[in-house]
């Protein structure tokens, strides 16, 4: 009796001799159709691990673009002298560096916060590609925030 269920249960565990999908007998696939549904089938454990990398990376971006237009490089005027205002930043004494460091702190802020909204309205993000097209997104707002450094680091440079 020991015999027949030792044979079944190594049956159980020993690997399909067919493949589970068969490809087309009519046509091979292409490039575009391998890329889609290697990129559109759900593998959740990725994409929940992905979801959650990309909630953090985009709420530390959206919390240091915010601190840093909270606390504008150079600080804030703290005496009102030579026609400024208290409270205005130091960097509007050159209102076109100034308009280009809030430009690109306002895209970094926009754009994380945007991903932040995403990811936790419930819309069901449940393929790769939805996923590959929030990390791009998640990239482009870090590259924003370097952007937004470089310039922070240009207007407290000396000149020369």
């Keep these: 009796m020991e ?3 030792t044979q079944l249960h190594q049956h159980h565990l020993s690997p399909r001799p067919e493949p589970l999908t068969k490809p087309s007998p009519h046509k091979p696939k292409g490039f575009v159709s391998r890329t889609w549904a290697r990129y559109v089938n759900a593998d959740n454990n990725w994409i929940e691990k992905q979801r959650g990398i990309l909630i953090l990376a985009a709420l530390a971006v959206a919390g240091l673009s915010f601190h840093s237009g909270i ?3 150079g600080g804030t005027i703290t005496n009102s002298e030579n026609g400024y205002s208290l409270g205005d930043a130091v960097l509007t004494r050159d209102m076109d560096q100034f308009n280009q460091f809030v430009a ?3 895209l970094t802020m926009v754009t994380s916060l945007a991903i932040v909204l995403v990811l936790v309205s419930g819309v069901p993000l449940r393929n790769k590609f939805w996923m590959w097209v929030l990390t791009v997104a998640t990239l482009f707002a ?5 952007a937004t450094y470089l310039h922070s ?6 000149d020369g």
């Excluded at 870090?142 to 370097?146: D, F, G, R, S």
């Excluded at 680091?153 to 000396?158: F, G, K």
């Design 153 to 158: 680091l240009s207007t407290m440079a000396p």
């Design 104 to 106: 690109y702190n306002s």
């Design 142 to 146: 870090m590259l924003c925030m370097v």
């Design 3 to 5: 015999a027949p269920n």
């Design 71 to 73: 606390n504008p490089p």
